[in-house]
Nanobody
Framework: QVQLVESGGGLVQPGGSLRLSCAAS????????MGWYRQAPGKQRDLVAR???????TYADSVKGRFAISRDNAKNTVYLQMNSLKPEDTAAYYC?????????????WGQGTQVTVSS
């Protein structure tokens, strides 16, 4: 059974930094892609950043230059370093892991961690 366990959310002032972590566990679990999505109240869940097992990254335009995603494949852990945080970054952040097979993709989600940016 695959589990994604997130940590690192909290309350931070505008301009501050936070680092989110997500550890994936499960027998022989080696996700092709790991990433972070966020969802603010009343809005859809959107991609923040993702990283492949080979290290290729993708970022939402709104976080480019401020956020950095990284991954430790040996630990099946993905990190999201968030700098220069803005109030509009406030949301629940969800870790995602994808297993990509032939013609099928399995999606796994964490329980979410709240990030609140406020003075």
């Amino acid at each position: 059974q695959v589990q994604l366990v997130e940590s690192g959310g909290g309350l931070v002032q505008p301009g501050g930094s936070l680092r989110l972590s997500c550890a994936a566990s499960g027998s022989s679990f080696s996700p092709s892609v790991m990433g972070w999505y966020r969802q603010a109240p009343g809005k859809q869940r959107d991609l923040v950043a993702r990283i492949t097992s080979g290290g290729t990254t993708t970022y939402a335009d709104s976080v480019k230059g401020r956020f950095a995603i990284s991954r430790d494949n040996a630990k099946n852990t993905v990190y999201l370093q968030m700098n220069s945080l803005k109030p509009e970054d406030t949301a629940a952040y969800y870790c995602n892991a994808k297993l990509i097979g032939v013609g099928i993709t399995y999606d796994y989600w964490g329980q979410g961690t709240q990030v609140t940016v406020s003075s």
